[in-house]
């Protein structure tokens, strides 16, 4: 009888998540302890990039955000609303995939490459499958070709006053035809 009267009134305070609404996403009833575990971890293997690489700054700084605000909140709620990032079983699958991909950036070393490396560049005229766009822009206008002429040969100015005597609306002019 102590129990139904002390704990239940307890217990209902206490939110629990019953389901995160994601098909084969459980609940993980302790998951701030879990998250504050991931971040420490991956903040410790993270110190195996370079220090000025690109990519061990970005895992450090958003690691070390997400970390204190695990540490500073002990709510789940809390948490997901203040990170802003999805649920918290969300977030900790990332931070697991992000320890993965740790040690397959320090296995593959992509920052290490030698300054004498040259990439080659395949090109061929295999035919473009019909489901892929082709992306080609189509002709410039003939004012663009005149405007690069000008520049490349420092008479702009002169183009652009002939076009405005002309009272032609070129795009050398830089303003819009009047209707």
């Keep these: ?5 002390v704990a239940r009134p307890l217990m209902m305070m206490a939110k629990v998540k ?3 609404g994601i098909v084969g996403l459980e609940v993980v009833p302790n998951a701030r302890e879990v998250l504050i575990g991931l971040y420490t971890k991956t903040l410790e293997e993270i110190k195996a990039v370079p220090e000025g690489e ?3 700054k970005a895992v450090e700084s958003f690691t070390r955000q997400r970390l204190n ?7 789940w709620e809390a948490i997901e609303k203040k990170l802003g990032c999805g649920q918290v079983e969300e977030l900790i ?8 991909l740790i040690g397959h950036m320090i296995e593959w070393n992509p ?3 030698p300054d004498d490396y040259e ?8 035919p473009v499958p019909k489901h892929v766009p082709l992306h080609r822009p189509g002709p410039l206008p003939e004012e663009f070709y005149k405007t690069l002429e000008a520049v490349n040969t420092g ?16 795009i050398a002019s830089g303003k819009a035809p009047a209707n």
Excluded at 1 to 5: A, D, I, K, S, V
């Design 111 to 113: 920052w290490d490459i």
């Design 119 to 126: 990439c080659e560049v395949i090109e061929n005229d295999a």
């Design 155 to 170: 008479t702009l100015k002169d183009a652009i006053s002939v076009s405005k005597n002309e009272e032609d609306p070129a």
């Design 69 to 75: 605000v695990c540490k500073e909140e002990e709510d």
């Design 18 to 20: 019953e389901t995160t």
């Design 1 to 5: 009888m102590f129990l139904r009267r």
């Design 93 to 100: 699958e990332e931070a697991q995939d992000e320890l993965k």
């Design 54 to 56: 690109g990519y061990r």
